[in-house]
């Protein structure tokens, strides 16, 4: 992708943003639209572990999970200033997946993927069964709005806006991470582990480095939805959540930065389209999956990409 | 592009390999290997399939350590160091069944080769500083010299994977070259090659050579290893049974017995 048109597509990002931002009056689909930031945020940071370094995490609710008790039980629990909590829970989360990695990260492939399955699951244990700090089963209750100085993130478009910037500024840094140095030697990792040490590439190194990464831009997406509801449990950071990160990051499409915005909003939409469908929700939203993965199975944006290209080598004929 | 090997003498041993022993399970792959490489030389390392060369390879580029002898690059033993350490150091390798990084263009896979000589880390390319640009067009610049070394830059958007094999392999040696190497290992280069391909490639080898490059080669085309090689080193199940010039070796009855049996008395 050119730099112009990659200018020109954050513009329409942009402008999408205000327009709806400005739009929209009902406070349902500010909320939907919020939780499409949220999960594109999730969905972009395993993106870079998965998409592009090519190591699966099937724990990373963990992580979503970390950063929503951290700054949970900082501003309820202790009064911490909400600015100051929001480093403290990505710092924290980063800790916990350099100290997890070490280990976990020697594992490659099925093993890997059982590898962070347990720690997802450890972690979801100590949410609920530390109830004198997280409020176990029950939940945590009574999280502070967001505030930062003289702003105060209560509305619904405060807060659309401000989670929209913050999935602009991560896309834009997950872009530039993709087109560097670094970025480069992820993708080679993916393509031969082999090989990239072979050129050069400390491979264990790398592979921590954008795990960590991965865990506190989840941790984000984590403290961004504790100030959102006010109110967490245990559930919201369960295997389920962490398979349907996973589902997004397919989905929407590997290796794919827009791709994760795409899989995000499908997986947050069709839930609610499919109401409609009352006790066969769960069937046609399980259809439908199967039939993007069998008719795109290198997801939304590579699938509707070459379907375009086709269409128009066959127009050009 | 070696200024550190340029000042040393040109007969100083660049890799020096004394009394190397591996074992794999009760297997003796390798048995008391010793050599050496000189500086700005080509040796050719031959001998029967399994009789070790990979295995050598292998030991010399850090894939695994040897159990028992010592092998030191530029005077410094680097038993214990890791693959991509020594890439740093100086030894860049291509593999016999090529891999590239298939998912990814021609300029990429070299841009990934210059990952050694270049810094910018996660944080910095997040932030991108003017220095960040600067590197990266550089290396860009670097790339596309050597695309144009191996005859490749019109070719530099596709994806490697879509490029044909012989074109691949020539890939491959520009991509080992980014790491600006002072040993060169190849690993069957003329593989797959056609012969005017292979021609060709001896070619391009000398040229390398000529940068000042140290090269061992393993190669099974014997026409091509003895008209580069300025040195043959023979394996046989683990041992070394010959070392000399290419002429010598060639009539060397241990080398004959063990290519072709041993003649009935």
Redesign the interface.
């Known amino acids: 992708m050119g730099d112009r048109s990659q200018k020109i597509i954050y513009a329409v990002f942009v402008l999408a943003v205000i327009l709806l931002g400005w739009g929209i009056d009902n406070a349902y689909y500010l909320q939907m639209l919020i939780f499409i930031g949220i999960n594109t945020l999730l969905a972009l940071s395993l993106n870079m572990l998965m998409g592009y370094a090519g190591q699966i995490s099937l724990g990373h609710a963990a992580f979503y999970g970390i950063g929503a008790y951290v700054t949970a039980i900082l501003t309820a629990t202790y009064q911490v200033p909400p600015l100051l909590s929001l480093p403290a829970a990505v710092c924290m989360a980063m800790f916990v997946a350099w100290i997890v990695g070490i280990p976990t990260l020697r594992l490659s492939g099925y093993y890997l993927g059982m590898g962070t399955l347990g720690f997802g699951m450890i972690v979801h244990i100590v949410f609920r069964e530390w109830s004198s700090v997280t409020g176990g089963a029950s939940g945590f209750v009574g999280i502070p709005p967001l505030t930062a100085g003289p702003l105060t993130f209560d509305s619904e478009r405060h807060y659309f806006f401000l989670v929209w910037t913050v999935v602009l500024l991560a896309i834009i840094?997950c872009r530039?991470?993709i087109d560097?140095?670094?970025?480069?030697?992820l993708?080679?990792i993916?393509?031969?582990e082999?090989?990239?040490?072979?050129?050069?590439?400390?491979?264990k190194k790398l592979k921590l480095?954008?795990f960590v990464?991965s865990a506190g831009m989840a941790a984000l997406a984590g403290f961004l939805y504790a100030h959102l509801i006010y109110f967490i449990s245990p559930g919201t950071f369960g295997f389920v959540t962490s398979i349907r990160i996973v589902t997004m990051v397919v989905i929407g499409g590997m290796a794919s930065i827009w791709g994760s915005l795409f899989g995000a909003s499908l997986l947050t939409l069709l839930p609610e389209w499919l109401h409609a469908f009352s006790e066969f929700e769960m069937v046609v939203y399980g259809l439908i999956l199967m039939t993007v993965m069998i008719f795109l199975p290198r997801g939304l944006t590579r699938g509707l990409l070459d379907i375009y290209e086709r269409y128009r080598k066959n127009n050009d004929r | 592009m070696n200024a550190t090997a340029k000042t040393m003498t040109d007969n100083a041993a660049l890799l020096e390999i004394k009394g190397v022993d591996k074992k794999f399970g009760g297997v003796n792959a390798l048995r008391d290997i010793g050599f050496c490489l000189n500086q700005g030389s080509i040796t050719g390392l031959i001998g029967p399939n399994g009789a070790g060369k990979t295995t050598l390879f292998n030991l010399i580029?850090g894939v695994f350590p040897a159990d028992r002898g010592e092998i030191r690059f530029k005077g410094r033993p680097v038993n214990r160091c890791?693959?991509?350490e020594l890439?740093?150091l100086g030894i860049?390798?291509t593999?016999q069944n090529v891999?590239?990084?298939?998912?990814?263009t021609v300029l990429?896979n070299i841009?990934?080769?210059?990952?050694?000589r270049?810094?910018?880390?996660?944080l910095?390319?997040?932030l991108?500083f003017p220095r960040?640009i600067r590197?990266?067009k550089k290396?860009m610049t670097r790339a596309t010299e050597l695309l144009e070394f191996v005859g490749l830059q019109k070719y530099m958007h596709q994806r490697s994977s879509d490029l044909p094999f012989g074109w691949q392999r020539l890939l491959e040696l520009a991509?080992?070259l980014?790491?600006e190497p002072g040993l060169l290992l190849l690993d069957e280069p003329a593989a797959g090659l056609n012969m005017s391909e292979t021609r060709e490639l001896g070619e391009l080898i000398k040229q390398i050579k000529d940068q000042g490059i140290t090269i061992l080669l393993v190669e099974h085309d014997m026409s091509l290893t003895m008209s580069i090689s300025e040195k043959i080193v023979v394996l046989d199940q683990g041992k070394k049974i010959a070392e000399g010039p290419p002429r010598t070796v060639q009539s060397d009855e241990t080398v004959m017995a063990a290519y072709l049996g041993k003649a009935k008395k």
């Open positions: 840094m530039r991470i560097s140095r670094v970025g480069r030697a993708r080679a993916h393509d031969g082999k090989a990239a040490a072979a050129v050069g590439v400390d491979t480095q954008v990464l | 580029t890791r693959v991509h890439v740093r860049a390798r593999f891999e590239l990084f298939e998912n990814m990429e841009l990934v080769g210059l990952h050694t270049t810094k910018c880390g996660m910095e390319s997040m991108r960040t590197e990266e290396a991509r080992a980014a790491a």
